[in-house]
């Protein structure tokens, strides 16, 4: 599928400052797809359409979520992350697309997960930095991903941990399990 046409679908789905989101996201997401030598049309593509669920209505992923066995825990963890899995599925349904790699990096840019591939922690990373991000820690994060995307994705996750753990918010196990996994990793 080709940008502008990807651009074409996903747009009504989101607002206007989320589709400037997406278009900051797919910038940088084949940037790093370039830096660490991936396909950077299937980066592309996962991330035009990292965000197609976020504004759909709560009770429906909750619903989608148990109907398809998507992943029962993530209804234990807030609402922000539903979007990620139902939107993998519904843009395999609805849009079409059935490759098995962009779907995971869906599904996973909220949460990340232990084992991420290079596309994965690709449009994990472009989420968390894409240029309209603006709070404390990004700028590191950004620095960081110029030369070791390992250690950026384990600043971002360690960043969102921290804000979560300081509002007293649920940590979703995956994205200990992610930190834990690319530390034991990095410090190889």
């Not at 046409?5 to 790093?32: C, D, F, W």
């Not at 991000?133 to 996750?157: Q, T, W």
Request: with cysteine; proline share 4%; glycine share 6%.
């Amino acid at each position: 599928m080709e940008r502008a046409q990807a651009l074409e679908i996903v747009k009504p789905h989101l607002t206007e400052h989320r589709y400037i989101h997406t278009i900051g996201v797919m910038e940088t997401a084949i940037q790093l797809a370039e830096q660490e030598g991936i396909d950077q049309k299937k980066a592309e593509l996962a991330s035009v359409f990292h965000d197609y669920a976020k504004f759909r209505p709560k009770e429906e992923m909750r619903q989608l979520i148990k109907e398809q066995n998507l992943g029962m825990d993530f209804l234990h963890y807030g609402d922000e992350l539903l979007h990620a899995p139902c939107g993998a599925y519904w843009v395999k349904h609805e849009v079409g697309i059935d490759d098995v790699e962009v779907l995971s990096a869906i599904r996973y840019h909220t949460t990340g997960k232990p084992g991420m591939t290079t596309l994965e922690k690709v449009v994990f990373l472009a989420d968390y930095i894409e240029p309209g991000r603006h709070f404390p820690g990004v700028e590191e994060v950004r620095e960081a991903a110029a030369k070791d995307m390992n250690y950026a994705c384990i600043m971002s996750l360690r960043n969102t941990m921290t804000f979560l753990m300081k509002k007293d918010h649920l940590v979703y196990p995956d994205t200990l399990a992610a930190y834990n996994h690319l530390v034991t990793e990095w410090k190889k």
